[in-house]
């Protein structure tokens, strides 16, 4: 498992992104992580048009992706829990970061995150 850099997120908040099949799955998931203290909060963005390469051939989906603010101590917690609960064979799961934020929010993400 890849953690990132600790040095990279000088606030310890990090934006994960991950995409997901359908609205009800999203739903499912975004509850999932907040009710288990992983995440401070999911955003549910609207549907977007994904286009991969999997399995060899180039594919055209509709996905939902979330976005999940948390702290960089609890990613592997969140990227372990979302490949159990994710319907994917292989998820999106990538964290980005947080460079700058309003302290009181960097510092309420915080309380809210079991990490």
């Known amino acids: 498992m890849n953690t990132p ?5 000088p606030h310890g908040a990090v934006v994960i992104i991950c995409n997901c099949p359908d609205a009800a ?6 509850a ?3 009710e288990a203290r992983l995440v401070a909060c999911v955003n549910r963005l609207a549907p977007v048009r994904s286009t991969y390469r999997w399995e060899g051939r180039i594919e055209t989906a509709e996905e ?3 976005l999940a603010k948390t702290t960089l101590t609890a990613y592997p ?5 979302l490949s159990a609960h994710h319907p994917y ?3 999106e799961i990538i964290a980005l970061p947080v460079a700058a934020g309003l302290p009181a929010y960097l510092a309420w993400l915080g ?3 079991n990490q």
């Open 64 to 66: 939902v992706p979330l």
């Open 77 to 81: 917690a969140v990227q372990d829990w």
């Open 32 to 34: 999932g992580l907040v």
């Open 89 to 91: 064979a292989v998820p």
């Open 111 to 113: 309380t809210e995150v």
């Open 5 to 9: 850099d600790q040095s990279a997120t």
């Open 25 to 30: 799955v999203a739903d499912r998931l975004a």
